[in-house]
């Protein structure tokens, strides 16, 4: 399997994150912006603020903006066709994901966000795995809780043009995130990144994050795939994913199916074929 170079290393280790540029080839970003664009027509889970619980989201006949520039948050993909499950393992990020966690690894969420231009949006600033893992500090060199891939399918470039954003250094130096007001995109410190489309960002749950304002002019398009150690619970599902069946042997064991019924104790020591199951290889 393919490894971090040591640039890569050396950037996730001081930094938190680290880019793949040309993660996804010009004929995968043109078919999955087209495939986003279909899939805001079609039901599926929204936010809904106000009506359900911070963060949580609910199922809707179809976003809430149906203009392709519009706002959209979408989760759970991959019921939108066999391309979101093949991308769960897609080459090379999959292979730099089980480099980073090791191969006790699930998947736990997908989601695609349209950010609009020129919507007033400020932009915001958060880790992942909100009020638990904001207080978790991990060490340089050791393996994550969890990490995202975020797929750029727009170019992005210059500042608030709709920026993933990250404070380097937060995953292991922790930022007064206490502070009022809190800090966003345009508090020292923070980094707006630039990325053409297909260019993928890697990083751990523990960076401080968040999108900035986009004022470039047109919307900002992005795929977005979550990964955790096996032990903790997914985000976008409850045990095994409904669609797990869909998958092949080694999707099938990042959707949860061990390959036997839960039962207590399941997701303390992995199954015995795991590491075989993840990388090709014998354990
Ligand atoms: O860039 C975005 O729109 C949001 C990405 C983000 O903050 C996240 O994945 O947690």
């Not at 680290?18 to 986003?36: M, R, T």
């Not at 009506?51 to 991959?78: I, K």
């Not at 080459?91 to 695609?112: C, E, K, N, R």
Request: proline letters at 8%; hydrophobic letters at 35%; aromatic letters at 12%.
């Amino acid at each position: 399997m393919q490894k971090l170079t040591a640039e890569q290393r050396q950037e996730w280790q001081t930094a938190g994150y680290f880019k793949v540029a040309g993660a996804l080839s010009p004929a995968q970003v043109a078919h999955f912006a087209k495939k986003v664009d279909e899939v805001r027509t079609r039901p599926g889970y929204e936010p809904n603020s106000g009506m359900v619980p911070r963060g949580h989201y609910q199922w809707q006949d179809h976003a809430t903006d149906l203009d392709p520039e519009g706002f959209m948050d979408r989760r759970d993909l991959l019921s939108y066709g066999q391309e979101f499950i093949d991308l769960i393992d897609h080459q090379p990020v999959f292979d730099l994901i089980v480099d980073l966690m090791g191969p006790y690894l699930a998947f736990s969420m997908s989601q695609a966000i349209v950010r609009p231009a020129n919507d007033g949006f400020p932009g915001y600033t958060h880790t992942d795995g909100g009020e638990g893992q904001r207080e978790v500090r991990v060490m340089e060199s050791s393996r994550p809780i969890a990490v995202k891939a975020l797929y750029l399918l727009t170019d992005v470039e210059g500042r608030d043009n709709g920026n993933f954003t990250v404070y380097p250094g937060s995953h292991v130096h922790q930022i007064p995130f206490w502070k009022d007001p809190p800090n966003d995109p345009h508090t020292p410190g923070c980094v707006h990144l630039d990325g053409k489309a297909g260019d993928a960002f890697i990083f751990g749950h523990s960076i401080w994050h968040g999108p900035a304002p986009n004022n470039s002019g047109r919307a900002r398009k992005t795929l977005l795939y979550n990964y955790s150690q096996l032990f903790m619970r997914a985000y976008d599902y409850d045990g095994i994913h409904p669609l797990a069946q869909r998958g092949t042997p080694r999707q099938r064991r990042l959707m949860g199916d061990l390959g036997y019924e839960w039962r207590p104790g399941s997701y303390f020591y992995v199954p015995e074929d795991q590491v075989e199951v993840i990388t090709g290889k014998s354990g």
